[in-house]
């Protein structure tokens, strides 16, 4: 970045602020480790996927306007969730079109492993994580963002999450039979089609026990927290860790 400080604004999901804080710890330690300067203001809220995914799209509009507010100025902005990084980049047009400094926010707005990879342009991450690991393709950031290229696409293989895994001494990453289906999740999905969601997520942890997978990772929190869910009930050998937690060197819990 030709030596030039970077400094981000940290936007931090509502469901990582108030049930996965260490997640966010993650994040801001992963970019600090990289050199970011990070800055995260408190007056954030809800990105308005919840309200905007139910049909709700009026109550979602104020929730899109204070975005814009709070992280117009930012010359960056940086997420740890695919699917919320997705919510501004392709669903805030209806909102938001014409406001000015809305295109530019698009632009630099950024999923964690992206930001890595396209702007810091990281290479490897420093450290071990010897544990078998597979890793969950989420659906917004896998097929809205193109962290990785979708196995229904006849374009060259790439995973920018996979990528930066790979990079970690003694980590092994296994090979599943399906690897960027749905976990079933789909915020109110999981509430409204219950049985549904919870057969697509056990589906998931069956594809992960045959590969022989000990810690499920994401770019995505709520997809773990769907299948830790269903992981916790059948008390299936399985953990899950956000990728900002693998890479900052969390231990294993």
């Given amino acids: 970045m030709n030596g030039r400080p970077i400094q981000v604004g940290l936007f931090i999901p509502c469901y990582i602020d108030q049930l996965y804080p260490e997640v966010g710890l993650a994040t801001v330690a992963v970019l600090e480790q990289h050199g970011v300067t990070v800055d995260f203001p408190v007056e954030q ?24 507010k ?48 396209d702007v810091l342009q990281v290479d490897r991450i420093e450290g071990r994580f010897p544990h078998r690991v597979g890793l969950h393709n989420s659906c917004h950031g896998h097929r809205e963002l193109r962290l990785g290229a979708s196995s229904e696409l006849m374009i060259p293989r790439f995973n920018k999450v996979r990528q930066l895994l790979s990079t970690l001494d003694g980590i092994q990453l296994t090979e599943l ?63 899950v860790m956000h990728v900002a937690q693998i890479f900052a060197g969390q231990p294993l819990t």
């Fill in 177 to 239: 039979e399906r690897s960027d289906e749905c976990c079933g999740f789909g915020g109110t999905f999981a509430v409204n089609e219950e049985a549904i969601s919870s057969m697509m997520g056990m589906d998931r942890l069956r594809d992960h026990q045959r590969a022989g997978t000990e810690v499920i990772t994401a770019a995505d929190m709520s997809c773990l927290m769907h299948m830790q869910c269903l992981i916790r009930r059948h008390k299936l050998p399985l953990r």
């Fill in 45 to 68: 809220t809800c990105c308005g996927q919840p309200m905007a995914n139910t049909g709700c799209r009026e109550d979602t509009r104020p929730l899109a306007v204070k975005f814009l």
């Fill in 70 to 117: 709070i992280f117009r100025d930012y010359r960056y902005v940086v997420c740890p969730s695919g699917s919320c990084v997705s919510m501004v980049r392709h669903h805030y047009d209806e909102y938001l079109a014409g406001m000015p400094g809305f295109e530019e926010l698009k632009q630099r707005t950024f999923e964690l492993c992206e930001f890595l990879v």
